[in-house]
């Protein structure tokens, strides 16, 4: 029986162009000239033993369809391994560079930098946010992402001076906010409705003759001579006694105030502030400077210059109160949010923060506006100085070099030079509108211009305003 010869150098197997080496022949027996391997055609190799057949078939065998050497196999498959950690690195289920941020974004969207606390709280977010971006470094290596997150924390921290160790804020509010601080608690309560709008809040100012800025921002101004109530509602009492500047006038000038600052839970035991002319105290007035438990004081004094300015912040109700003597009278101003502004009764509606002035204490015009100065009337009498040491050219003059706005606050400071002919009055309407801009929460409010009758500004001329300073004179001395 006659077997069919197989073509010689042909590998077994599927993969004919990459298949395994064949072993070559054995060597022959010693010669002077090596014996060369024959060749069955242009370019086959020779034929492989017959072991080494056998153990390229079982190798075939035991990895079909695998045609690569095992050295180069071996490469393949650590590079392979390189590019699947290097594509997880970038996956956000192991580099959560996106969670931290998003995380800080929303532990300070509901932050005002203008509100008393912010930086103590926009400080333990940064921490909160450091710490993220830490534990998840190694899984963000390389990811640009992550390292300008790094840098931009950093950058920060050192404007705002944040100290790297210290407490963090939490991710979840809605368990861990501080009940002694409204602007945590408050934002909690935003977190649960969905709401990202931060709270409203509101100012009122007192200063000067006195003239009154409401909750509204109306601008007035009043003789209220006696004591009266600013503010009364759940959390806070604020009263001031105004006392007459000059014999025969009714302009008046504030020389006491107090503050009430009502108990509230585990925050603070009730407190009280007193301030007269003279005596404008770094302490309530049982000698303490704070109120609360712990190094973070829910309510605390902080002396500006002595003698001369105080502020309280009231950490647990959001409240700011800047208090200030200048000349021989105390200027008030005061920042609160809404919701706690309008926590009163019916029986505390005489508040002149709140509803203004009672319309009999109102300095009027003539002509039934309610704002002090607007300048639309003429007097039925002749211009006259109303007091000695002042022409209302040089009081525009002085005026104008503390305040180059002609606003409500220009106007005021010229009407209380020619009523009184005190120049400490300048200094306090340049305070006061200091305050403004330190305090009110809409800065495109800070300044009120007098309006027209059907509520648009006003750009009046210089003698439409002279003249209406001199007609209020007049009222204010009859």
């Given amino acids: 029986m006659m077997r069919k010869k197989r073509k010689r150098g042909a590998p077994p197997g599927p993969c004919r162009s990459h298949g395994p080496r064949p072993a070559t022949a054995p060597a022959p027996p010693p010669s002077p000239e090596p014996t060369r391997p024959a060749w069955t055609g242009m370019g086959l190799r020779p034929a492989p ?126 368990v861990t906010h501080d009940p002694c601080n409204y602007h945590s608690h408050a934002g909690a309560r935003e977190h649960r409705r969905g709401d990202q709008n931060p709270p409203n809040y509101l100012f009122c100012g007192l200063f000067g003759d006195p003239h009154l800025r409401t909750f509204k921002d109306h601008f007035q101004t009043c003789k209220v001579e006696g004591a009266w109530p600013l503010i009364d509602n759940n959390y806070l009492s604020v009263q001031v006694t105004n006392v007459p500047v000059v014999p025969g006038s009714s302009a008046t000038a504030t020389n006491k105030i107090t503050i009430i600052f009502k108990a509230h839970h585990e925050c603070t035991d009730q407190k009280v502030y007193q301030a007269v002319t003279d005596d404008l105290p770094a302490a309530f007035v049982d000698g303490t400077t704070s109120g609360g438990d712990g190094d973070a004081k829910s309510l605390r004094i902080v002396e500006r210059e ?95 070099e503390k305040m180059p706005v002609k606003d409500i606050y220009f106007q005021s400071c010229v009407f209380d030079l020619l009523t009184t002919g005190d120049a400490n009055f300048t200094a306090a309407a340049h305070s006061a509108l200091e305050d403004v801009e330190a305090l009110h929460p809409r800065k495109e409010r800070w300044h009120i211009f007098p309006s027209s009758r059907n509520g648009t500004p006003h750009g009046g001329s210089e003698l439409s305003v002279s003249l209406g300073l001199t007609c209020l004179i007049l009222i204010v001395f009859l």
């Fill in 306 to 400: 002595s003698g001369h300015y105080v502020e309280m912040h009231a950490l647990y109700i959001g409240t700011t109160v800047f208090v200030r003597q200048v000349g021989r009278y105390l200027t008030l101003a005061i920042r609160m949010p809404e919701d706690l502004a309008m926590s009163y009764e019916e029986s505390q509606d005489l508040q002149l923060c709140m509803n203004g002035c009672p319309v009999s204490e109102r300095i009027d015009d003539g002509q039934g506006q309610v704002s002090a100065i607007l300048g639309h009337s003429l007097p039925r009498t002749s211009l006259v100085q109303a007091w000695p040491g002042y022409t209302l050219e040089t009081a525009n003059t002085q005026c104008h």
């Fill in 49 to 174: 033993s017959s072991a080494a057949a056998a153990a390229a078939e079982v190798e075939q065998r035991r990895r079909p369809g695998l045609c690569l050497p095992p050295l180069e196999l071996l490469l393949l498959l650590l590079l392979s391994l390189e590019l699947l950690h290097a594509g997880d690195c970038q996956q956000p289920a192991q580099c959560r560079i996106q969670k931290c941020t998003t995380d800080f974004v929303s532990l300070t969207s509901h932050l005002n930098s203008a509100i008393d606390g912010f930086d103590s709280e926009f400080c333990k977010a940064l921490r909160a946010y450091a710490g993220c971006t830490q534990r998840t470094s190694k899984a963000c290596r390389g990811n640009l992402v992550y390292h300008s997150a790094v840098l931009g924390i950093s950058d920060l921290m050192s404007q705002r001076n944040c100290s790297k160790d210290g407490p963090t804020s939490s991710t979840n509010p809605e």
